[in-house]
């Protein structure tokens, strides 16, 4: 089973809608974060979170918004979607005591139509 | 504004030659490189880094150059195997950043030929 769990893997939504995707660990990491990769610009950083009461925006986090409901566990919503944000969506994890290097989820492809 | 450019979006290599990868950064409080692999349909894994404070770091058949005067960094696989084919981005982390803020580039696939 993979360390970091995303759901859904796949899935197209309506312009407007909402969309809520899923993410959970079982490294144990305090540090999660969600990227999406569009081609030609790499991963770019949508939000990240040090522990369960910390939320922090990344470089691209408007028309998002994320929730930390455990240490294991790390959502990104998109609340009224829109085309551009068609994209793969990785999670990620990272522990400082492992190392530095962060860890990601297989992604969840998004495709807003 | 691509702080991390890696201009080559693709490179095609023969089987047990050297591969060689390219990355560029501009912004000078990057301290800290790595690079990940990425197969299609899985996450970017991780694959070696280095510290602004060296030059070179090995990890078997990978070795990562930094060249600070020039920011530039380079990859490379010796000898290159079709298991290597993928996609590589660099990412880089500046000095008193939180760790996991990964600034990355914008990959580059690789294709080894058998």
């Known amino acids: 089973d993979a360390d970091v769990t995303q759901t859904p893997r796949n899935r197209i939504t309506k312009t407007g809608k909402r969309i809520m995707l899923e993410c959970s660990q079982t490294?144990?990491?305090?540090?999660m974060y969600w990227y999406r990769q569009d081609p030609g610009l790499g991963l770019r950083l949508i939000y990240y979170s040090f522990d369960v009461k910390d939320i922090n925006k990344g470089e691209i986090s408007d028309g998002y918004s994320v929730s930390r409901q455990a240490q294991a566990k790390f959502s990104l919503s998109l609340e009224s979607a829109i085309p551009n944000q068609t994209a793969l969506y990785f999670c990620a994890t990272s522990d400082p005591g492992t190392g530095n290097t962060i860890y990601f989820g297989e992604g969840s492809w998004l495709t807003v139509v | 504004d691509q702080q991390v450019k890696q201009n080559s979006p693709s490179l095609s290599v023969q089987e047990g030659r050297i591969s060689i990868l390219n990355c560029d950064y501009t912004n000078s409080m990057f301290d800290y490189f790595l690079w990940y692999k990425k197969y299609p349909a899985e996450g970017p894994t991780f694959l070696i880094s280095i510290s602004s404070i060296k030059d070179k770091n090995e990890d078997g058949r990978f070795t990562v150059f930094l060249n600070k005067s020039a920011k530039h960094l380079s990859l490379h696989i010796v000898p290159s195997q079709p298991g290597d084919s993928a996609v590589y981005f660099c990412a880089a982390i500046g000095r008193g950043t939180s760790y996991g803020k990964l600034t990355f580039g914008q990959g580059t696939i690789l294709t080894v030929h058998p």
């Open positions: 490294k144990g990491h305090d540090r």
